[in-house]
């Protein structure tokens, strides 16, 4: 949240009060850690240390092959929590956030509060294609400069033009013309359609 990464030749960094950390890469140039509300951690570990350490915290990298519907399947059965909340779990997916959860559940047509074991299988792969589609058009947009990301050569994301839902609150579903609501889930904000997303 907040964070961003910012690659430039060696001694060619601007200065930045909220500069947490900057590595030198082999090839001489550096690349600057900025950490505006200091959430990030930083750890330095072995190679043979990494495998396990991800492993107890994170699921599957969503574009990754490894991340299949029945793997999201097995991560969501048996659960009561909502939807939403049970994707901004990193151990059921790892690096989806509040923004990219709400743009999924909205592509997949699958309402934020339903629990999560409650989703039968047609919904779930809707929601797998949904992650992979909202990711990769958020990668495609480099990201949304909402307030002051940046992208690692200093540019501004496009994402937010892309929003579907998010920040829609109040304007009409693009796919079915209700309005959109906002309400909470999992003490975050969240966007949805009460139209369409059933
Ligand atoms: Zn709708």
């Known amino acids: 949240m907040t964070g961003s990464f910012l690659a430039a030749p060696h001694g060619k960094l601007p200065a930045d ?7 030198k ?19 330095v570990l072995e190679d043979y240390e990494l495998d396990e350490y991800l492993a107890a915290r994170l699921g599957e990298e969503p574009l990754d092959a490894r991340f299949t519907t ?4 097995q991560r969501l059965a048996g659960r009561r929590a909502p939807v939403k909340a ?22 997949a047509g699958v309402h934020p509060f339903r629990p999560a074991g409650g989703l039968d299988a047609d919904d779930v792969a809707a929601v797998h294609r949904a992650i992979r589609r ?3 058009i958020g990668i495609k947009r480099q990201g ?12 501004r994301g496009r994402m937010q033009d892309e929003f ?35």
């Open 70 to 73: 029945g793997r999201l399947a």
């Open 17 to 23: 009060s909220h500069r947490r950390a900057v590595v």
């Open 164 to 198: 579907k839902v998010y920040g829609r609150a109040g304007e009409p579903c693009l796919r079915c013309g209700t309005l959109l609501e906002k309400t909470r889930v999992a003490g975050r904000g969240t966007s949805y359609c009460p139209g369409c997303q059933r």
């Open 86 to 107: 049970a994707l901004l779990d990193q151990r059921t997916v790892a690096g989806l956030g509040n923004i990219y959860v709400d743009e999924a559940l909205w592509y």
């Open 25 to 43: 890469l082999d090839d001489g140039s550096d690349v600057a850690y900025r950490d505006v509300r200091r959430f990030g951690t930083w750890l």
């Open 134 to 136: 909202a990711l990769r």
């Open 144 to 155: 949304a400069t909402l307030s002051d990301y940046r992208t690692p050569n200093g540019g």
